[in-house]
């Protein structure tokens, strides 16, 4: 589709991308009212107000009630989630699990040859989050395994983790809740960090490794609501009978995986 095909608020939704962009804001920072952005780009109030419910919907923007318009977390995200995606299974879970444990080993390693010092640091941040969960929106606070990549020093390695995450997002709060040992995943986190701090490439594969492969145990052994018959085409491979109905949800929302 051309620029000359799409609608006004779409046409105006790219303007304020263009604006973010050009003006350097990140995620957190403040956008002009909708007034002075009608003004800026000569139309009426609601109809920028109906391109920032466009930007809103993929993350680009975020509404704060009586505070404003804010760059939302979006704003660099490739991929989108979908928010009417159903609801998570055992299959759809050990999906996610399964391919993190192609990516993330080796994303580890990577980390470990390269250790960006900053990124080094927000790792070593990130990884109390397990046993400490952040006080602000957890949206704020960075995901362990997010910052694991970031020390590799390659921004599309960590986008790809992040949007793994973010895409599959329903999942990973089920995995969240299924591997609730907090003071275990933050040992193994520790574990991680310092294999990453020693640039001990072999060792941060292995335990990454280890660690993913313990989510995945932990995943076939939980309950899931209403789990189909061992063997149906919804039941992921290996998976174990139904085995009741509890969600299993004893981990706060803030706990890392």
Do not use: C, W
Request: glycine fraction near 6%; aromatic fraction near 2%.
């Amino acid at each position: 589709m051309s620029r000359s095909e799409l609608s006004l608020s779409e046409r105006l939704a790219d303007n304020i991308v263009e604006i973010i962009r050009s003006e350097r804001l990140g995620h957190g920072d403040a956008l002009a009212s909708s007034r002075d952005l009608a003004r800026r780009f000569g139309v009426t109030t609601p109809t920028v107000r109906e391109a920032l419910r466009r930007l809103e919907a993929t993350g680009v923007v975020e509404f704060r009630h009586g505070s404003g318009t804010y760059v939302g977390p979006g704003i660099d995200r490739r991929l989108m989630a979908n928010p009417h995606l159903p609801r998570s299974t055992r299959a759809s879970v050990l999906e996610l699990v399964e391919a993190r444990l192609v990516l993330e080993p080796a994303v580890a390693a990577a980390a470990a040859r390269v250790r960006m010092p900053d990124a080094v640091r927000e790792l070593e941040s990130a990884a109390s989050n397990a046993l400490h969960p952040p006080e602000e929106s957890l949206r704020r606070s960075v995901h362990f395994h997010v910052a694991l990549a970031a020390v590799s020093g390659n921004t599309l390695l960590r986008e790809a983790v992040e949007a793994l995450l973010q895409v599959r997002a329903h999942d990973q709060v089920e995995i969240r809740h299924r591997y609730n040992d907090r003071a275990r995943d933050h040992a193994e986190h520790l574990e991680i960090l310092q294999a990453v701090r020693d640039g001990d490439a072999e060792t941060a594969e292995r335990l990454t490794r280890t660690h993913l492969a313990a989510i995945r145990e932990a995943v076939l052994v939980a309950d899931f609501p209403a789990d189909p018959p061992l063997g149906s085409p919804a039941d992921g491979p290996g998976a174990p009978p139904a085995q009741g109905t509890g969600t299993g949800r004893a981990a706060s929302e803030g706990a890392e995986k």
